[in-house]
């Protein structure tokens, strides 16, 4: 038998490095996908169309050599240790619509997917929670990424044409409709993004200080008390809690605003974002400014800023109209000035993780 799944990339359009921080995001799918094909076998055998490159292995600790392979190896070493059994080998096939490292959570579709689509063939009977859960206990324990939970939790439970808002504390969530929202378009600066190398988790080392320091969640934190411990804070910490406790309230601003279709605000909110992020956070880079502001000065553009980890990665655009012609000229200039490209898509909003029907 051979079981298809689809498993998307996910946007955030608010709420960046507040879900580690026990505050809220507002993710949602994309209709950009990770294919899963699972044929059953005697052997785990994992290939990935995408790098042309193929991998077995055996599901215990051990780490592959191809970092790759241990999205997929540690998805199914943490499914193991979760219903505590073992799970029968597979033949799995990757290919991708989804870019690799773009900042749209390639990584946590990929794990989704693949305990997604063995917990739906084995009838193991986790819910969609559950399967985020494991997704991303894998990522932070076997792939070594400290993530929060707003990727895994958008893969597993987006719904088309809407926003989900996440209080990362809880784990609580509920839908935002986005029927009627301007035009998404994804920028994708070319330059890779890469969690596991240290500038994440150093931010959230940074972020845990902040709470140590001040005694309180950031929920509760306000500008007036890290304004009074800002000494004992130190200027990095000092900055990146500010960043959280105004992103926290963002997020809250920016359902008002989706409510009230006040598409102005919706995009001077993401503006905020952007500078909190490259002035407070300090995540952003010299290619992904070049491009913001250019696409923020464009008239049909409501705003833009980068989205997910940082350090590259890719752009969400909120704009009036279609503006493929004005991203061409600024991609000429942007060649000129870093020598490299910047790729750009239209996206729809769509559903979680799901399975394809064949026939
Ligand atoms: C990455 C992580 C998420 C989140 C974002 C920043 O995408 O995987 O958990 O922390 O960065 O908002």
Same mark, same amino acid.
């Given at each position: 038998m051979t079981y298809v799944f689809k498993s998307p990339g996910r946007i955030n359009l608010i709420g960046e490095h507040t879900?580690?921080?026990?505050?809220? #995001?507002?993710?949602?799918?994309?209709?950009?996908?990770?294919? *899963?094909?699972?044929?059953?076998?005697?052997?785990?055998?994992?290939?990935?169309?995408? *790098?042309?490159k193929s991998v077995e292995f055996s599901i215990d600790e051990r780490k592959e050599k191809d970092t790759w392979a241990n999205y997929v190896k540690g998805a199914i070493f943490h499914l193991t240790k979760y219903v505590k059994k073992t799970i029968k080998p597979f033949k799995i096939e990757i290919n991708s619509t989804l870019p690799i490292g773009a900042g749209l959570s390639s990584s946590a579709s990929l794990m989704v997917g693949i305990i997604y689509g063995i917990s739906k063939i084995e009838r193991l009977n986790l819910d969609r929670e559950r399967i985020a859960e494991i997704a991303h206990e894998a990522e932070n324990e076997f792939v070594g990424v400290s993530c929060g939970i707003m990727d895994q939790y958008a893969v597993a439970l987006a719904k088309k044409d809407s926003f989900i808002l996440i209080d990362a504390a809880d784990g609580h969530y509920e839908y935002v409709s986005a029927i009627g929202f301007p035009k998404i378009t994804i920028v994708d600066s070319g330059v890779k993004h890469e969690l596991t190398s240290g500038g994440y988790n150093m931010r959230r080392n940074e972020c845990a200080r902040a709470i140590e320091i001040t005694g309180k969640q950031f929920k509760e934190m306000t500008n007036s008390l890290i304004d009074s411990k800002r000494k004992a804070l130190g200027e990095n910490s000092y900055k990146r809690a500010k960043h959280v406790i105004e992103e926290n309230q963002r997020v809250l601003d920016m359902i008002t605003a989706i409510e009230n279709k006040d598409w102005e605000k919706v995009g001077w909110l993401v503006k905020k974002s952007h500078e909190s992020l490259k002035n407070l956070f300090e995540i952003s880079t010299d290619e992904i400014d070049f491009l913001?502001? =250019?696409?923020?000065? *464009?008239?049909? #553009?409501?705003?833009? =800023?980068?989205?997910?980890?940082?350090?590259?990665?890719?752009?969400?655009?909120?704009?009036?109209?279609?503006?493929?012609?004005? *991203?061409?000229?600024?991609?000429?200039?942007y060649k000129r000035q870093f020598g490299i490209e910047m790729k750009s898509y239209p996206v729809k909003l769509s559903s979680g993780v799901r399975k394809i029907n064949l026939f």
């Open positions: 879900d580690y921080n026990g505050g809220y #995001v507002l993710p949602a799918a994309i209709d950009k996908y990770t294919y *899963l094909t699972f044929e059953e076998s005697d052997h785990f055998d994992v290939y990935t169309k995408d *790098l042309n913001v502001d =250019r696409i923020n000065a *464009l008239e049909d #553009v409501y705003g833009a =800023r980068m989205i997910g980890g940082g350090f590259g990665g890719s752009i969400i655009v909120i704009s009036k109209s279609d503006i493929k012609m004005q *991203l061409k000229e600024i991609n000429d200039a």
